[in-house]
């Protein structure tokens, strides 16, 4: 069938339901929680409808609602306050090696690690669920 105005309209009207539903799925239940059947049945509409504007699913829908790449796993974010610990243990841990005269990371390593903690503080689009 050939597009009209009509039929373009209701397109992006279903669109733009579809875009509030995962928005609103995505804020408040994540990456994990945050599914097809439950966009799809936040927004009104079906699965099918979903899959004709974005045939890669989920992660394509992620990417231009939030605006950044999915997690490529939930556990790897629930991990992630227990590894920031560690890298600032690790920096707390050379901070007082050089205060003594040591140094036992290179500054590479060291460089690395402040730009991981920084960048740990932005916070996420959505609250990490454990």
Do not use: Y
């Not at 243990?89 to 500054?107: C, R």
């Amino acid at each position: 069938m050939a597009n009209t105005p009509i039929r373009d309209a209701k397109r992006a009207a279903t669109r733009a339901k579809i875009e509030a539903a995962a928005k609103a799925v995505f804020d408040a239940k994540g990456w994990e929680g945050g599914g097809i059947r439950l966009i799809a049945e936040t927004a009104g509409v079906s699965t099918g409808a979903i899959f004709a504007i974005w045939p890669d699913g989920k992660r394509a829908i992620w990417r231009e609602i939030i605006k950044t790449e999915p997690p490529v796993d939930g556990a790897l974010w629930r991990s992630a306050p227990g590894m920031l610990a560690i890298l600032r243990a690790l920096q707390a841990a050379e901070d007082m090696n050089q205060a003594v005269g040591l140094k036992a990371m290179t500054t590479e390593t060291r460089v690395a690690i402040d730009a991981i903690v920084a960048s740990a503080t932005t916070p996420l689009p959505f609250e990490v669920r454990r």
